[in-house]
């Protein structure tokens, strides 16, 4: 029953994916040519490795809306540090460290999600050793005594770094709302990197030479009449990422635990399984698949700017919603998920090719969520009652 | 004779001052299908929790085939076999039936990867074992409520459960499952499985068991063969027999009712109820759980929607629609959930007591009097006798019993002329029900009308001098309370 009610959700998809191309193919031939398949691979590519971090924390009855800010900083910091660095080498270095930050950033979320005693201990430790320590150095400033630098900093460090051991002694850990926490970090992340990184985008010909190089690493080109196409071959970091996920969800302990968790978490820490470290592997997961992300659009677009990327959750969120997976937990798989993405990004491809404005992509993807998320919350209703029908109320 | 499977010596708690389990013994044979009956508040959940390690005991002993515990840790518990089922039953409903009952399993054997046909297997065998088909690849939350209980006892069994205890496994079963569900614990009992069966439903314990124990505010009362008991002496076990006080002495004070109720209909709720409620009455309603007993009092009190019948009060036809129009006519309702309904936990006492009587203690300007306000909380904190340092503090600081005379003052200091409560004893200690049961006796002395609402025998008959028996949303019989034992109601009570 489990296997068929998901096939049914997927086949849907999947027929309603086989009817828009045809109507949209029908309207503008365009649709069908090899320029446009690749187009709308590329852009799958990107949204496609968003919404699988989506979907984990989705079936594990989360949320997640910093994900975006999260490639941006990785995106950005990543390429500003090769400059600064003046970096030669290949571009596996950047993946290696977009991946790190993401990881971090992740686990910064997960210390306000988990309810992780050392994460939260941490995290209080640095916030305040930071703003005690900075408060301090202004006043020594505004005190105007003669100090050097050294003592300046050492005396306002170790002031700072007093008070936060023994408040962050004192916690016991989070769980505050992931979606509130996300929120706020999303703003944290994005407001950071603009503000102390900067807000000016890096254009192709200022990037290190191995992201250059990375920016032509095709699979196939094709020559048409309206000049080359190419595939990127960021479409397999994805492939194998999806694999991965899959494995994940499906064959191991851990994955089955996300699935337990979002279907009822009492159950689950009665059952045995520690939640805590699911929650901090799945918002460090989140965190790695954007940090990944965020070298991939660099590579696809060819350009780094922090001004982008923030703004396309609802759209990742969408899929992941049309693609089966339930928006209260417990529910979700990655076949789904492509599925739904692949819907979402030819939507969005094709309104233009209709001829429809881009400033109606919103009301439609809203259009979407509501009765993708509609269908199957009535679904359930009528199964229920049928049940009660069944059981003799 | 069957070896002991466990063996729970002269167990004592306390919480906050309240003796939960007083010097309780229970002895469970390999194999033994054992009772445990007592009424809401007798420590029967303590002592669930005792054994399956849930709270550490204050003092006395646990012996399980041999191994002697002081303490017994949780996981000690389901390592020695004891698996208890839990009325929300800690099921996945998002997974299915196979995943349900193995992964505990699974867990416990550390595994890291899933395989899903052994899954499937473990799953097959352990469904097997009790006897039942269950479809393995339908999610639970598409199962009926006995099909999830089997799906809860077949996982216990795969932990290599000795003993399971249920507690009140069959209140949301039908008939026919009650019995599916017997019969399964008959086939788990030629396993050498025990059972430890939660429940106060008489017929059941009477049908099920092989031994009986019966528990009455946190002590034992008796613990014998199933033999040894039929329907009136385990109600007489339950409900002790300290009911040496007469009932109330009703003394006619007016020709006219207080309240006049007539042929009142409530679609699917109740039907045609007709009583009338003299000055100085106290009149006992009591029915099974959904008999209708408190939609009735619902609809007294305006709250519940009524499509038939008339109410006089004093003789005065009146329409009550809302809350509004109740409390203006002169009708008080203490609800039977006094923490959810009645109260206003964190505020403090004296504003509870206030909350209803605010148009009493204003001054010129119609700001509260503040003195006005302090007399008039510390003349009911002193009439109820509520027991606390300072009416300042919150009421969640007070017992139930307390809690309780919080919600009594809250409606007697706007002077009802009828006073409706719901389950008024309900979670109250001994000591206290015996001062509040005081307290209503002397108000409708004072010429109060009060309905009691409660399928608290005893209570009713020591403290109604009339009662109402509902059944299915009727009005089936009255007695007197001199004219009836306490058994003879509870039978009536029960009686299909």
Redo the contacts between chains.
């Keep these: 029953?489990?296997?068929r009610s998901l096939l049914k959700t997927e086949i849907l998809v999947g027929l309603v994916i086989v009817i828009l191309s045809m109507i949209i193919g029908i309207i503008n031939p365009a649709y069908f040519t090899i320029a446009n398949t690749f187009d709308l691979l590329r852009s799958g590519t990107e949204m496609g490795i968003f919404a699988l971090g989506v979907l984990i924390v989705i079936i594990s009855g989360g949320i997640d809306v910093s994900f975006t800010a999260i490639a941006v900083v990785s995106m950005y910091v990543t390429t500003k540090m090769m400059l600064w660095m003046n970096y030669q080498g290949p571009v596996i270095l950047m993946f290696l460290i977009g991946a790190l930050i993401g990881i971090v950033l992740g686990l910064f979320n997960a210390a306000f999600i988990s309810g992780s005693k050392w994460l939260a201990r941490i995290v209080t430790f640095l916030a305040i050793a930071i703003i005690v320590g900075y408060l301090i150095m202004q006043i020594l400033l505004a005190l105007n005594i003669p100090l050097l630098a050294v003592a300046l900093y050492s005396i306002s460090g170790v002031l700072g770094l007093i008070p936060a051991f023994f408040v962050a002694r004192m916690v016991h850990g989070f769980r505050l709302p992931t979606l509130i926490v996300t929120l706020g970090t999303q703003s944290l992340y994005r407001g950071f990197t603009l503000f102390f990184i900067g807000p000016y985008h890096i254009i192709d010909r200022d990037m290190p030479p191995g992201m250059k190089e990375y920016f032509n690493n095709y699979i196939v080109s094709i020559k048409t009449s309206e000049g080359t196409t190419s595939l990127h071959s960021a479409i397999f970091i994805f492939i194998f990422l999806a694999i991965l996920v899959y494995i994940l969800l499906?064959?191991?302990?851990?994955?089955?635990g996300i699935?337990?968790l979002?279907?009822?978490p009492?159950?689950?820490e009665?059952?045995?399984?520690n939640i805590t470290a699911i929650q901090i592997f799945i918002y460090a997961f989140v965190g790695f698949l954007a940090g990944v992300n965020g070298i991939v659009h660099t590579g696809l677009i060819q350009i780094a700017n922090p001004q982008t990327i923030v703004g396309t959750e609802l759209f990742v969120i969408a899929a992941v919603v049309l693609g089966g997976a339930?928006i209260t937990?417990?529910?979700g798989s990655v076949i789904g998920t492509i599925l739904g993405v692949a819907l979402v990004i030819i939507m969005n491809n094709s309104l233009i090719l209709m001829g429809v404005s881009s400033t109606y992509q919103r009301v439609v993807v809203g259009l979407i969520i509501i009765i993708g998320t509609g269908v199957p919350a009535y679904q359930a209703l009528r199964?229920e009652r049928r049940?009660k029908v069944?059981?003799?109320e | 004779m069957a070896e002991e499977l466990l063996k729970v010596q002269n167990i004592s708690k306390t919480f906050g001052g309240v003796k939960a389990l007083d010097d309780v013994s229970i002895t469970i044979d390999q194999g033994e299908i054992h009772c445990l009956v007592g009424e809401n508040g007798s420590g029967k959940s303590t002592l669930i929790k005792v054994i399956s390690g849930v709270y550490e005991p204050d003092g006395g002993e646990i012996i399980i085939i041999g191994t002697h515990y002081k303490r017994l840790h949780p996981i000690e518990a389901i390592h020695e076999g004891i698996q208890v089922i839990y009325q929300d039953f800690s099921l996945f409903p998002n997974l299915t039936v196979a995943e349900n009952i193995a992964l505990n399993y699974q867990l416990a054997k550390n595994k890291q990867f899933v395989n899903w046909r052994e899954i499937r297997q473990v799953a097959k065998i352990a469904l097997d074992k009790i006897k039942v088909h269950i479809n393995l690849d339908v999610r639970i939350e598409q199962l009926s409520v006995a099909d999830k209980q089997l799906v809860a006892i077949s996982r216990a069994l795969l932990q290599n459960a000795r003993l399971i205890i249920m507690d009140e496994p069959t209140t949301a079963l039908t008939n026919r499952e009650v019995k599916s569900l017997f019969s399964v614990i008959t086939n788990l009992q030629k396993d050498g499985i025990s059972t430890l069966f939660v429940s106060h439903k008489l017929n059941e314990i009477l049908e099920i068991s092989q031994r009986t124990m019966v528990m009455r505010n946190g002590k034992k009362v008796i613990d014998a063969d199933a033999s040894e008991f039929n329907s009136d002496k385990l109600v007489y076990y339950m409900t002790g027999h300290q009911i040496e006080d007469v009932s109330y002495k009703y003394s006619k004070k007016s020709e006219t009712s207080l309240l006049k109720v007539k042929e009142l209909t409530s679609g699917g709720n109740f039907e045609q109820i007709s009583f009338e409620l003299m000055p100085g009455e106290i009149l006992g309603i009591t029915g099974l759980l959904g008999c209708g007993r408190t939609e009735l009092a619902l609809a007294l009190f305006g709250v519940q929607p009524i499509d038939g019948g008339t109410l006089s009060i004093n003789g005065q036809p009146v329409k009550i629609e809302n809350i509004q129009d109740a409390v203006n006519h002169g009708i008080g309702y203490v609800p039977e959930d006094r923490i959810t309904e009645g109260l206003f936990l964190e505020q403090s006492i004296g504003r509870n007591i206030a909350v209803c009587t605010l148009r009493d203690i204003l001054n010129t300007i119609g700001f509260i009097d503040n003195n006005k306000l302090d007399s008039h909380i510390n003349r009911w904190v002193k009439n109820l006798n509520i027991k606390t340092p300072s009416h300042e503090l919150a009421v969640k600081t007070l017992s139930g019993g307390n809690q309780q005379r919080v919600v009594l003052a809250k409606w007697l200091a706007s002077a009802p002329k009828v006073l409706i409560l719901n389950g008024p004893t309900v979670g109250v200690d001994i000591g206290s029900k015996s001062e509040l049961h005081e307290i209503i006796r002397n108000l409708a002395e004072e010429g109060m009308g009060v309905i009691i609402i409660s399928d608290d025998i005893p209570e009713l008959l020591h403290t109604c001098n009339r009662i109402l028996l509902m059944k299915k949303g009727r009005m089936v019989d009255e007695f007197q309370s001199e004219e009836i034992t306490e058994n003879e109601l509870a039978a009536k009570l029960t009686e299909e």
């Design positions: 029953m489990l296997k499906k064959y191991t302990m851990l994955g089955r699935y337990a979002g279907g009822a009492e159950a689950a009665r059952a045995g399984f339930s937990g417990g529910r199964s049940l069944i059981s003799g």
